[in-house]
């Protein structure tokens, strides 16, 4: 597991005063406003503040006080201290299951897992493998997730 994960990615700026916009990859743009701190080019650069505004994240980042400076930022990608982010439960980072086996109910090896879609409300597995293979990630079809022993356990239907 790395120790930074990339949770964004700043599009735009936003007014004059060094704000930029960040299209947040969570499941929130709520999740990212819980840092103080995000990383910019492997660097910590202190959040002095975070909102909120119509799906995206706006951010003012220490330092960053014009127009001018908020354009250097265009297009860097946003990191977060995987130390830093507090999960509930049974929840993971879709980085730590890109890459894991996916086995059958029987244990026999489908695929790996090679990407998560976000088409609505529901990811959705791509098993790559003899066939592709799209699974929903609901509890009907997902088992069981063993990130430390490297698998997904799943419950096929006729016709995936």
Known sequence: ????LDCGQ???THGVRGEVRVVPWADSPDFLCRFKTLYLDEKPVAV???RVHKGSVIVKFQGVDSIEGAMLL???TVYIRRADAKLPEGTFFIADV???DVLDEDGKKLGTLKEVLSP???NVYVVEGDREILIPAVPEFVLETNIEGGYIKVRLIEGM
């Open 1 to 4: 597991m790395t120790e930074y």
């Open 10 to 12: 700043v599009v735009n």
């Open 48 to 50: 002095q503040s975070c």
């Open 74 to 76: 265009k297009g860097k």
């Open 98 to 100: 890109v890459g894991l």
């Open 120 to 122: 609505s409300r529901q």
